[in-house]
């Protein structure tokens, strides 16, 4: 099966066709999508500006990490199923707009990035968790994770104005 086959077969569930061609659902789903991306990307923000050392000081990292992100993964999930509802009512399509493409590519160097840090730098937070300025590869990471959530949401924000009128979004 070829990429827009499978596309189109996503489109023609039911759910799809509900949110495609209903009046309320896609709003609410969308509305949903929205907050949850806000409390991602300002959840992750508190821990980011941890990293670079302009915020939240006097708490070590380990501390901000571990009383932000709880919220950031719930509202993550909530993105994630919210988007792919949304995603369905008009797969095709969006699958191919180079502003969702390019979402997607800021999504997963946010998320390799996380990664990274995770398992390097992160390793080490015990050391320098509690200094007000980290080093700097945990304060690149940071700048990183900014950067990449700002792809995030400003192609994010594109894809609604680039697709075609009555197609969601």
């Known amino acids: 099966m070829d990429l827009d086959t499978l596309l ?4 023609a569930t039911a759910i799809a066709t509900e949110l495609r061609e209903g009046e309320s659902w896609f709003p609410w789903i969308e509305a949903i999508h929205v907050l949850a991306i806000t409390l991602v990307v300002g959840s992750i923000s508190i821990v980011d500006l941890r990293l670079l050392g302009w915020t939240s000081l006097d708490r070590a990292v ?3 990490t571990a009383t ?4 950031t993964w719930t509202a993550f999930a909530v993105a994630a199923i ?3 509802l949304l995603f369905s009512s008009n797969a095709m399509t969006y699958a191919h707009n180079s502003w969702f493409l390019a979402k997607f590519v800021f999504l997963g160097l946010a998320g390799v990035n996380m990664l990274i840090f995770q398992f390097g730098v992160n390793g080490s937070v015990d050391n320098w968790g509690s200094a007000a300025t980290p080093p700097g590869a945990a304060r690149i990471a940071g700048a990183l994770s900014l950067l990449f959530w700002i792809g995030v949401v400003t192609c994010g924000r594109w894809v609604g104005f680039t697709l075609q009128p009555g197609m969601g979004g």
């Open 8 to 11: 189109r077969a996503i489109e």
């Open 62 to 64: 380990g501390r901000v």
């Open 68 to 71: 932000v992100l709880p919220c």
């Open 82 to 84: 919210s988007g792919a």
